[in-house]
Nanobody, 124 residues
C-alpha cells in the first residue's frame, strides 16, 4: 500500500523558515517525479514545486521561486521542501504527491498518489 506522509509544518512568523518532509513508502519512487502542492483557505489546490525522479531537475511556481527549494533524499523515497522568507500568503495545507512519470511536472493530473497534508501558518 502506497503511503505519503508529510511532516514539518507549523506556525512561523513572516520572514521565517520551515522545512517540510515527505516520506513515501509502499513501492520504489526513484522513477517517479515528486511534487508539493498547497491549498490555502477558500482556494483551490495549487502547484508549488516538483523534482524529477533522479533529482536532477526541478520546477517551481513563480510565487515561490527563489524562496523555496525542493530536494530528494539519497534513497529517493523522501522529498523535502525548504521554505525561506515565508509570507502571509504562504499559509496553506501543504501536500506531497508522487507522479506517474519521471520528469518534474506542475500538473495535478500527472500525480497518482497524495499525502494528507501538513498545515503551514505564517503570522505577521
Amino acid at each position: 500500500q502506497v503511503q505519503l506522509v508529510e511532516s514539518g509544518g507549523g506556525l512561523v512568523q513572516a520572514g521565517g523558515s520551515l522545512r517540510l518532509s515527505c516520506a513515501a513508502s509502499g513501492r520504489t519512487f526513484s522513477r517517479s517525479a515528486m511534487g508539493w502542492f498547497r491549498q490555502g483557505p477558500g482556494k483551490e489546490r495549487e502547484f508549488v514545486a516538483s523534482i524529477s525522479g533522479s533529482g536532477s531537475s526541478t520546477y517551481y511556481a513563480d510565487s515561490v521561486k527563489g524562496r523555496f527549494t525542493i530536494s530528494r533524499g539519497n534513497a529517493k523515497n523522501t522529498v523535502y521542501l525548504q521554505m525561506n522568507s515565508l509570507k502571509l500568503e504562504d499559509t496553506a495545507v501543504y501536500v506531497c504527491a508522487a507522479a506517474r512519470e519521471l520528469r518534474a511536472t506542475p500538473h495535478l493530473y500527472d500525480y497518482d498518489y497524495w499525502g494528507q497534508g501538513t498545515q503551514v501558518t505564517v503570522s505577521s
